[in-house]
């Protein structure tokens, strides 16, 4: 299988984004969106995913988070999809469940090419120190609507929202890393009835 890795920029008015992801990564993330909050949980994806990742982002955070938030969804997205490419070889479907204390979330992942976001994460509070959680929200839509994923997305329990969030993370991460594998019985098909996804 050759190397799994894709470097993506998108520049707008709002944001200036480059994401560099490499699937076969071993967890190493270098993590500079000005949205801290939004590093800490990205770098969840890393290390539970072993998913090397680089972004690096600029945006209107003199407005809010939003534009910041989303676009690096999208821009994740579409790297992560010229990364996995024909997805020739590999498992397809993720799932994980990952507690926290508390907290528990279930993160189940189809590598579909059809996008589709199932969130169902009642947060306890609006506000994770400054951090709006409506904005994770955004963040996976724009991240399954380029990535061209089927996800679903439940915390089933959590009375703490930074670890409702935190396991939604870890879970998303295991997910991932589990659906991309290579499935080495199927090294020269592709999962699909369809022969193609």
Request: aromatic share 6%; with cysteine.
């Amino acid at each position: 299988m050759s190397a799994r890795t894709a470097t993506v920029a998108r520049d707008t008015l709002e944001t200036q984004i480059q994401v560099a992801i490499n699937l076969d990564g071993v967890g190493e993330g270098r993590l500079d969106t000005g949205v801290p909050f939004l590093d800490h949980m990205l770098d969840q994806i890393v290390r539970h995913g072993l998913i090397d990742l680089e972004i690096s982002a600029r945006g209107d955070l003199e407005i809010d988070a939003h534009h910041t938030v989303e676009d690096i969804g999208i821009t994740l997205g579409q790297a992560f999809a010229k990364a996995v490419a024909d997805k020739q070889g590999v498992r397809r479907y993720g799932h994980a469940y990952i507690p926290l204390d508390e907290a528990m979330s279930r993160v189940v992942v189809d590598l579909s090419g059809r996008p589709g976001l199932f969130f169902c994460v009642p947060f306890t509070r609006a506000l994770i120190g400054g951090f709006d959680v409506d904005l994770l929200r955004e963040f996976f839509q724009g991240f399954v609507n380029h990535a061209r994923v089927t996800l679903h997305v439940d915390n089933l329990r959590g009375e703490n929202a930074h670890h409702q969030a935190e396991t939604v993370f870890k879970a998303f991460g295991r997910a991932l890393r589990m659906a991309v594998e290579p499935d080495p019985r199927a090294a020269s098909s592709l999962p699909s009835t369809k022969g193609v996804l």
